[in-house]
């Protein structure tokens, strides 16, 4: 075992994509994507985060079981980052959420390779029951992508935020016909 | 090629009119283009033209030209 390496979250490796922990290296890289336009527009918490806040915030995830960070590899190259968010392994719930920076593999198969390689590490490498989503209403991307991948839609606040949810049944039978696209 | 064939595949996964699905209509420069569009695309496509597309064809697909390219590669 390399004890260097962070033990969590685990790497994880699907459907052509790696999720691989976020290094110190990788931090300045990751900060300027969560605060490019094109990314930041569809966050809930949309201001800018400088390089210190960056910097406390991956010092908070050390040892902190209940929140896992990947950086998201497609053909060797960093292209994103997945989450899995308020982890309750005794109720088998999660939050997750992703994001891609490059635009050629924001409207493709890419960002589905992704999401079915966190669904899968939640439900079956963590164990979770449930996944649970908040996406904003405007967008509307997201939100035909949740439906595509099996989530339920719950409801609309007054925020304009909607909450989705995820189990695994659905998911595989939402999951399996387009994972055939898949063929890496 | 059979182009009315290929103009009804986006019409049908996209939802949109056969008029706008010219060569230069690129993903993600309409709305109705997103990533789950896409995907009905290519179900389209395969079903249509009777073809499996390589991923990385799939992920290549931006543009109406383009598919027009990739899939004369599988029909040749």
Redesign the interface.
């Known amino acids: 075992m390399n004890s260097d390496k962070p033990h969590w979250p685990p790497t994880f490796e699907r459907y ?1 994509v790696t999720l691989t922990p976020i290094e110190p290296e990788h931090l300045e890289m990751v900060r300027q994507w969560r605060n490019s336009p094109s990314i930041q527009q569809f966050m809930l918490d949309q201001r800018e985060i400088s390089e210190a806040q960056q910097q406390a915030w991956y010092s908070g995830l050390a040892d902190d079981s209940s929140r896992a960070y990947w950086l998201i590899m497609f053909k060797e190259q960093p292209i994103g980052v997945a989450s899995i968010l308020a982890i309750d392994k005794t109720v088998g719930t999660g939050e997750p959420g992703l994001y891609i920076y490059p ?10 390779c992704v999401a079915f390689a966190l669904n899968d590490m939640a439900f079956f490498e963590l164990g979770l029951k449930r996944l649970d989503a908040i996406v904003l209403s405007h967008n ?2 997201a939100l ?2 949740n ?2 991948c099996g989530y339920q839609q719950l409801g609309e606040n007054s925020l304009g935020q909607i909450a989705m949810s995820l189990e695994p049944q659905s998911y595989i039978a939402a999951r399996d016909p ?1 994972a055939r ?4 | 090629m059979n182009q009315e064939k290929l103009i009804q595949c986006f019409v049908s996964a996209l939802a949109i009119d056969g008029a706008l699905v010219t060569d230069e209509l690129k ?2 420069s309409i ?1 109705q ?7 009905m695309l ?2 389209e496509l395969e079903a249509e033209f009777d073809v ?4 990385d064809d ?2 290549d ?2 543009s109406v030209a383009k598919a027009k390219t990739i899939l004369a590669k599988y029909l040749d």
């Open positions: 052509g635009e050629q593999y924001r409207s493709n198969i890419v960002p589905f509307s991307a035909r992508f439906i595509k387009l696209f898949i063929r890496y | 993903y993600n709305p283009w997103d990533s789950t569009a896409h995907m290519v179900a499996m597309l390589d991923t799939i992920i697909m931006s």
